[in-house]
T-cell receptor, first 111, second 114 residues
Framework: KQEVTQIPAALSVPEGENLVLNCSFT??????LQWFRQDPGKGLTSLLL?????REQTSGRLNASLDKSSGRSTLYIAASQPGDSATYLC??????????FGDGTTLTVKP | DVKVTQSSRYLVKRTGEKVFLECVQD?????MFWYRQDPGLGLRLIYF???????EKGDIPEGYSVSREKKERFSLILESASTNQTSMYLC?????????????FGPGTRLTVL
């Protein structure tokens, strides 16, 4: 059974800092990995999707990498802003389109 | 842009009531999902559907049923609501399984069962 772990559970950084969020998974037989952002009391917003054959994806200040063989993904956020404060979740998709989610990293960016 | 909507943002029901949560997507996605999210337990899959009238149990289907009569609409039914079903319910949709199945989520329904 796939297990997804995100470390750390919480992170607090000063504005402007570059940071890395980590996601690890136990079964490397995945179709893709997706990073989401969730604001308190809201739904999930898709940030980046990395196909199993890809190594990384970029969108603005966000860069996500995938190393299937080691079961790891990272989400790099450049020049963090207070508006980046949220919970970030990763999800790995296996067969039949079902995904397994991590518990998330709660990020606080202080002005 | 993909849009996934849910019928209610907040809902308060009494124990024993029958509860319907509705989800509609506008991108002609085959796959639709219902999750619940609880502090400390993360997102857990309740049911998913990969086509009209097709459904499959997720990790925690007990106490729930689903209906998918039209491609764009996926309903979650609590046959007899209980207090342990108080939770945030999230609906999602995606293209068929395979190498590209980006999931898109609705805004969530916060259900309280008294």
């Amino acid at each position: 059974k796939q297990e997804v772990t995100q470390i750390p559970a919480a992170l607090s950084v000063p504005e402007g800092e570059n940071l890395v969020l980590n996601c690890s998974f136990t079964d490397s037989a995945i179709y893709n990995l997706q990073w989401f952002r969730q604001d308190p009391g809201k739904g999930l917003t898709s940030l980046l999707l990395i196909q199993s054959s890809q190594r990384e994806q970029t969108s603005g200040r966000l860069n996500a990498s995938l190393d299937k063989s080691s079961g790891r993904s990272t989400l790099y956020i450049a020049a963090s802003q207070p508006g980046d404060s949220a919970t970030y979740l990763c999800a790995v998709a296996g067969n039949a389109g079902k995904s397994t989610f991590g518990d998330g990293t709660t990020l606080t960016v202080k002005p | 842009d993909v849009k996934v909507t849910q019928s209610s943002r907040y809902l308060v029901k009494r124990t024993g009531e029958k509860v319907f949560l509705e989800c509609v997507q506008d991108m002609d996605h085959e796959n639709m999902f219902w999750y619940r999210q609880d502090p400390g337990l993360g997102l857990r899959l309740i049911y998913f559907s990969y086509d009209v009238k097709m459904k499959e149990k997720g990790d925690i289907p007990e106490g729930y049923s689903v209906s998918r009569e039209k491609k764009e609409r996926f309903s979650l039914i609590l046959e007899s609501a209980s207090t342990n079903q108080t939770s945030m319910y999230l609906c999602a949709s995606s293209f068929p399984s395979g190498w590209y199945n980006e999931q898109f989520f609705g805004p969530g329904t916060r259900l309280t069962v008294l």
